[in-house]
């Protein structure tokens, strides 16, 4: 019980820490679909690795009926996760995804295959993946990258790069970049 408060203080925390729109706590855990999405996700998580797969898929498609956010119960999602906006966000079952990530609407984590096998990426720890973007198929995207809007991506991104545009091309983060790759500052 103490772990799910501490994990739920944890999330409005980092709700606060990535959009400058949050205002209050008790606020933010009332409006906030990104939150929701994420909290359906953990319980239909659990009953997936349990076995209650039947129960999982239909939490999970009440999840997407409510938040408009579709996460397959069998991907596994880190801590400090946060979506903003939300609408139109696809995480396929095989997806892993680190702690510390942040995605904005529209992104898929999707798969490029319809074998049963690991088909959809990796996303290590502290990646920020915007809007609109498309990662496709069991690649990994590196800790500390960031996939610029719009951007379809189908290779591996190193650690550390910014990668943008259709097919997406990878760039090193400059070293001054090393504040919040989608700095709060610089959007509404
Ligand atoms: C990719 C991103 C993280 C920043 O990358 P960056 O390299 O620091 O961006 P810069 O502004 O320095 O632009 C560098 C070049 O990349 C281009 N670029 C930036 N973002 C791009 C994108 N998403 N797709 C294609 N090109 C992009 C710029 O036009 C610029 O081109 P130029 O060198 O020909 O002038 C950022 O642009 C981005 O897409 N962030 C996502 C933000 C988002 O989804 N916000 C939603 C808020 S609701």
Redesign the pocket.
């Known amino acids: 019980m103490l772990s799910v408060v501490k994990m739920i203080r944890e999330d409005l925390a980092n709700a606060r820490d990535h959009d400058p729109a949050a205002r209050g706590d008790l606020e933010n855990a009332i409006v906030y679909s990104g939150l929701h999405a994420i909290w359906a996700h953990r319980i239909a998580h659990a009953w997936w690795k349990s076995g209650f797969r039947g129960p999982a898929r239909i939490l999970s498609q009440l999840n997407r009926f409510f938040t408009g956010i579709e996460i397959h119960p069998g991907a596994t999602i880190g801590r400090r996760f946060f979506i903003?906006?939300g609408m139109g966000v696809v995480i396929g079952e095989t997806s892993e995804i680190g702690d510390g990530v942040m995605l904005?609407?529209g992104v898929t984590l999707g798969g490029q295959v319809l074998t049963q096998t690991k088909r959809h990426p990796t996303i290590e720890d502290n990646v920020?993946?915007?809007?609109?973007?498309k990662v496709l198929g069991p690649i990994t995207v590196g800790a500390g990258s960031?996939?610029?809007?719009?951007?379809v991506v189908t290779k591996d991104v190193p650690a550390n790069h910014?990668?943008?545009?259709i097919p997406a091309k990878a760039?090193p983060?400059?070293k001054e970049?090393t504040i919040k790759?989608?700095d709060p500052d610089y959007?509404?």
């Open positions: 903003d906006h904005y609407h920020t993946i915007g809007a609109g973007a960031a996939i610029g809007s719009n951007a910014i990668a943008v545009g760039r983060r400059g970049e790759l989608v959007y509404i």
